[in-house]
Structure formats: C-alpha cells, structure tokens
C-alpha cells in the first residue's frame, strides 16, 4: 500500500510549474498504477492550449470555474467545481480559467512525473522504465 500527501510533493521536482498551471504528481508511472493522478492547479485569467496524442485524460475540478473548448468542433464546455471532463478522443482543446481552478487530473498511460506540454501541447510518451 502506498499513501501519498500533497504535503509531500510540494517543493520536489514532482512539483512541475508550466506558466499557466502547478501540477503536483501524486501517483506516477514509477508506482505502477496503470495511470498516473496529478492534483494540479490552473491560474486564473490563463488560456492553455492542450493535445494529449499520447495520452488519455480524465480532469475532475474541485475548485474554481473555466471552460473547455474542443477545437475539432469549438464547442464550448462549461467547467465548474464538482464537475469531470473526459478528453477520451485525444481532444486538442484551450483550457480557459476564469478563476484559479483545482483540477484532480489522471492520466492514461501514466506519466513519469516531470513532463511539460510541448509546443504543441503535447505531453511526450514516456516508453521507459
């Protein structure tokens, strides 16, 4: 069994700050999940665009509001605490924050923990290890 506080990440290079959020890795590849989970924050008045090819992602938001626009479409998704989004056809999207937001992120196939979006937005696939 594993237990994992955010108090134990804060401060570590688990710790990833990529300009318009702070996403702490709470599980990662290392642990042997299947999956990865970030508890990650999202700063108010930011737009991120985000195209995970490689991966698959469920964001659940406890805290603050946003919106979600898919850009094979530009549908516009509403995003509020309490609320999951499922990018589950590898959606390239923008990530609006209206306020700061609390996202509680898990990630399919798992991230090593210190991955940045690329210029593209794209998290690379992590095939070691």
Known sequence: MKVVSLDDVLG?????DGG?????RLIMKKDKMGYSIN???IKAGTETHIWYQNHLESVYCIEGEGEVITLSDHKIWTIKANQLYALDQHDEHLL?????MR?????NP???????HDENGVYPIDDHE
């Open 12 to 16: 570590t290079e688990h710790e990833v």
């Open 20 to 24: 318009n959020w702070i996403s702490r």
């Open 39 to 41: 508890d990650t924050i």
């Open 96 to 100: 609006r924050a209206k306020t700061d």
């Open 103 to 107: 996202m509680i992120c898990v990630f």
């Open 110 to 116: 798992p991230l090593s923990g210190l991955e940045i």
